[in-house]
């Protein structure tokens, strides 16, 4: 079908959603009360702001993800030719990797890998 | 009996193409366009909620089987309509959303959640000559757009105005992007061998053995890797920290109720399908048959096993796997988690893309 499947599938998604939830919404009786709208924590009634500060480690593995991610992204155009190329790919694939892992050994060093 | 067979064989390829043909014959170009656009949308709705109700049972199923409990069996024949109850109990149920929610991304991310599993549908062969899109990019389609899935997930976390669900948004986000990468990397030694990011090719390129027999051990290497990745990558136990029962209720999805709840419940279902699919297709030959090398004979009675039925045996039995380790490895700490990902899955993939350059370029596989 080509790229307007694309099209195709993200209509078809939208509307079965909204299919469904719309009929939820004719069918059901909502009410509400002011117990009701509370956050579920167990029961026990919510204790200060929800967004509040968290572990910074999320975000350093975040960072860490994202120089990876943008390594993968280098490696596909390779992938596809590493065969046809012959040594000269697994050289330059070498190379590669070796700086990535001096990356990778840093962040070790310095403990971003750890959790805290 | 022959004739029948024949049809059945044949089934999805010639039944798309003797409807294309008629619609091309009855209506002009656009009409014919539209209303096989219109027909592929329905089509790709049904099999979804199929899957889902299907997936839903069949892992209940599974875990009774394995706890040695009976499971549903209540409703319908041996308890086969019971996932269909299950729907229509959250149908009539009231979907509420929590005071001081963000209402906006509240309500979007079900809905992301379910295009993010759609889209993934695409470029998936489910039989012979038989796949929405054939696309040239298909891996890198396929690894770009799962990774939409962690914003659906963050987003619902973060807009609920709840710890439990922000908590396991987070956790849910380190871990699949984290994953990401060693799924990508184990992805990649097929098409190292195969030199080709379309999925059809790929699937051609194993007419004469699947590639984790062709390539031996360090394509089943990747094979345990991208097993294991894609278990945390659509947030399975043992990887299940972002909905982890026994800490965060129910993780992201703690404050959704009704029927954006089933939404969710439903695209991870298919997260899951898709991704054992994707596995099917690249290691075990997709629709194609068990052939060994040159047999033709043996080959050939294998072809006599419709290849619709080869795609979906293969993917359940992935499906089955996955739902199988939920009820065997226990749940690990976000630390432990992170640590196999970024201390041992990582190094020893990109170990492997050496080892598999190396043995690509020398010719040591059959």
């Given at each position: 079908?080509?790229?307007?499947?694309?099209?195709?599938?993200?209509?078809?998604?939208?509307?079965?959603?909204?299919?469904?939830?719309?009929?939820?919404?004719?069918?059901?009786?909502?009410?509400?009360?002011?117990?009701?709208?509370?956050?579920?924590?167990?029961?026990?009634?919510?204790?200060?702001?929800?967004?509040?500060?968290?572990?910074?480690?999320?975000?350093?593995?975040?960072?860490?993800?994202?120089?990876?991610?943008?390594?993968?992204?280098?490696?596909?155009?390779?992938?596809?030719?590493?065969?046809?190329?012959?040594?000269?790919?697994?050289?330059?694939?070498?190379?590669?990797?070796?700086?990535?892992?001096?990356?990778?050994?840093?962040?070790?060093?310095?403990?971003?890998?750890?959790?805290? | 009996?022959?004739?029948?067979?024949?049809?059945f064989m044949l089934s999805f390829s010639k039944i798309s193409?003797?409807?294309?043909?008629?619609?091309?014959?009855?209506?002009?170009?656009?009409?014919?366009?539209?209303?096989?656009?219109?027909?592929?949308?329905?089509?790709?709705?049904?099999l979804?909620?199929?899957?889902?109700?299907?997936?839903?049972?069949?892992?209940?199923?599974?875990?009774?089987?394995?706890?040695?409990?009976?499971?549903?069996?209540?409703?319908?024949?041996?308890?086969?309509?019971?996932?269909?109850?299950?729907?229509?109990?959250?149908?009539?149920?009231?979907?509420?959303?929590?005071?001081?929610?963000?209402?906006?991304?509240?309500?979007?991310?079900?809905?992301?959640?379910?295009?993010?599993?759609?889209?993934?549908?695409?470029?998936i062969a489910f039989a012979k000559d038989f796949q929405l899109?054939?696309?040239?990019?298909?891996?890198?389609?396929?690894?770009?757009?799962?990774?939409?899935?962690?914003?659906?997930?963050?987003?619902?976390?973060?807009?609920?105005?709840?710890?439990?669900?922000?908590?396991?948004?987070?956790?849910?986000?380190?871990?699949?992007?984290?994953?990401?990468?060693?799924?990508?990397?184990?992805?990649?030694?097929?098409?190292?061998?195969?030199?080709?990011?379309?999925?059809n090719?790929?699937i051609?390129?194993?007419?004469?053995?699947?590639?984790?027999?062709?390539?031996?051990?360090?394509?089943?290497?990747?094979?345990?890797?991208?097993?294991?990745?894609?278990?945390?990558?659509?947030?399975?136990?043992?990887?299940?920290?972002?909905?982890?029962?026994?800490?965060?209720?129910?993780?992201?999805?703690?404050?959704?109720?009704?029927?954006?709840?089933?939404?969710?419940?439903?695209?991870?279902?298919?997260?899951?399908?898709?991704?054992?699919a994707?596995?099917?297709t690249?290691?075990?030959?997709g629709w194609m048959p068990?052939?060994?090398?040159?047999?033709?004979?043996?080959?050939?009675?294998?072809?006599?096993i419709p290849s619709s039925l080869w795609f979906f045996g293969k993917t359940?039995?992935?499906?089955?796997?996955?739902?199988?380790?939920?009820?065997?490895?226990?749940?690990?700490?976000?630390?432990?988690?992170?640590?196999?990902?970024?201390?041992?899955?990582?190094?020893?993939?990109?170990?492997?893309?050496?080892?598999?350059?190396?043995?690509?370029?020398?010719?040591?596989?059959?």
């Amino acid at each position: 079908m080509g790229a307007s499947s694309m099209i195709v599938l993200i209509l078809a998604a939208l509307t079965f959603s909204s299919i469904a939830i719309l009929i939820a919404k004719i069918v059901t009786k909502a009410t509400t009360n002011k117990q009701k709208g509370q956050p579920y924590e167990c029961g026990i009634p919510t204790q200060g702001k929800t967004w509040t500060q968290l572990n910074v480690g999320y975000y350093l593995f975040a960072l860490i993800f994202l120089i990876f991610d943008v390594e993968l992204v280098f490696l596909f155009p390779w992938a596809v030719v590493a065969k046809k190329v012959g040594w000269m790919a697994l050289v330059e694939i070498i190379v590669f990797f070796f700086i990535l892992f001096m990356g990778f050994l840093y962040a070790h060093k310095k403990g971003a890998l750890k959790w805290m | 009996m022959g004739k029948l067979w024949e049809v059945f064989m044949l089934s999805f390829s010639k039944i798309s193409q003797l409807i294309d043909s008629w619609l091309r014959a009855t209506f002009n170009a656009t009409w014919t366009m539209v209303i096989e656009m219109v027909i592929a949308g329905v089509c790709v709705i049904g099999l979804f909620a199929a899957l889902g109700l299907v997936l839903v049972l069949m892992e209940r199923r599974v875990a009774a089987w394995i706890q040695i409990r009976l499971g549903p069996n209540r409703v319908g024949p041996g308890g086969m309509l019971q996932s269909l109850a299950d729907t229509l109990k959250l149908l009539v149920k009231e979907g509420m959303t929590p005071d001081g929610a963000d209402k906006f991304l509240f309500n979007l991310a079900p809905f992301i959640a379910m295009m993010v599993a759609m889209l993934l549908m695409a470029p998936i062969a489910f039989a012979k000559d038989f796949q929405l899109w054939d696309l040239n990019i298909g891996v890198l389609y396929i690894s770009a757009v799962s990774s939409l899935m962690v914003i659906s997930i963050l987003m619902a976390g973060w807009a609920s105005n709840n710890k439990y669900s922000l908590m396991g948004a987070m956790r849910s986000g380190a871990q699949i992007v984290s994953y990401e990468l060693s799924a990508g990397l184990s992805i990649l030694t097929v098409v190292i061998l195969s030199g080709s990011l379309n999925l059809n090719e790929i699937i051609l390129s194993q007419s004469d053995g699947w590639w984790i027999f062709k390539g031996h051990i360090p394509v089943i290497i990747s094979f345990v890797i991208f097993i294991i990745a894609v278990t945390a990558e659509t947030n399975r136990a043992p990887f299940d920290l972002a909905e982890a029962e026994s800490e965060l209720t129910a993780g992201f999805h703690t404050e959704y109720s009704g029927m954006k709840f089933a939404l969710f419940f439903l695209a991870e279902y298919i997260n899951v399908f898709i991704v054992c699919a994707i596995g099917a297709t690249l290691f075990l030959g997709g629709w194609m048959p068990f052939h060994i090398g040159h047999w033709e004979g043996f080959n050939h009675v294998m072809d006599f096993i419709p290849s619709s039925l080869w795609f979906f045996g293969k993917t359940f039995f992935l499906i089955f796997l996955i739902m199988w380790f939920r009820w065997t490895f226990p749940r690990l700490r976000i630390d432990q988690l992170l640590n196999l990902e970024w201390k041992y899955l990582l190094p020893i993939s990109m170990f492997n893309i050496l080892l598999v350059t190396v043995m690509a370029i020398l010719g040591w596989y059959f």
